[in-house]
C-alpha cells in the first residue's frame, strides 16, 4: 500500500508557475512488497471528468503529458526522497482544478493515465488561475 499527500497548490495570475509536490508513503504487505509503482498526477474541474495530465515509470525513463499540458507542465521525481513532482509553467484558467497524485503497482504505466487503473490517490491540492 502507498499513501500520498499532495502540496503546493495555490492560487496564481495567468502565465504564473507553480510545482506540486506528493510525498508517498509506501508500506510492506506480509508476504508482498511493492516497491514499484507508476505515479501520475490527475486534475478535476468542476464539473467536468478526472483528467490525467501526466505519468512517469519507476525508471523515470517514461512520462507521458496530456496534450492540453505538453511544453507547459513536466513530471518528475526523486526517488530517494520518495517525492513526486509537477511543475506547471505559462498557467492558463483552463487549468484551474483540484490536482491529484495517484500510484499504480508496476514498472510501467498504461498507456493513458486513466483514473481506474489507479489504485492509491491522495487528498488533492487545489489550483486555481486568474486573469
Known amino acids: 500500500q502507498v499513501r500520498l499527500v499532495e502540496s503546493g497548490g495555490g492560487s496564481v495570475q495567468v502565465g504564473g508557475s507553480l510545482r506540486l509536490s506528493c510525498i508517498a508513503s509506501?508500506?510492506?504487505?506480509?508476504?508482498?512488497?511493492?516497491?514499484?509503482?507508476?505515479m501520475a498526477w490527475f486534475r478535476q474541474a468542476p464539473g467536468k471528468e478526472r483528467e490525467g495530465v501526466a505519468d512517469i515509470d519507476v525508471s523515470g525513463d517514461t512520462t507521458y503529458h496530456a496534450d492540453s499540458v505538453e511544453g507547459r507542465f513536466t513530471i518528475s521525481q526523486d526517488n530517494a526522497k520518495n517525492t513526486l513532482y509537477l511543475q506547471m509553467n505559462n498557467l492558463k484558467p483552463e487549468d484551474t482544478a483540484m490536482y491529484y497524485c495517484?500510484?499504480?503497482?508496476?514498472?510501467?504505466?498504461?498507456?493513458?493515465?486513466?483514473?481506474?487503473?489507479?489504485?492509491?490517490w491522495g487528498q488533492g491540492t487545489q489550483v486555481t488561475v486568474s486573469s
Open positions: 495517484a500510484a499504480r503497482p508496476g514498472n510501467g504505466c498504461p498507456t493513458r493515465p486513466l483514473s481506474g487503473l489507479f489504485a492509491y
Open positions: 509506501r508500506y510492506t504487505i506480509s508476504g508482498y512488497t511493492a516497491s514499484n509503482y507508476c
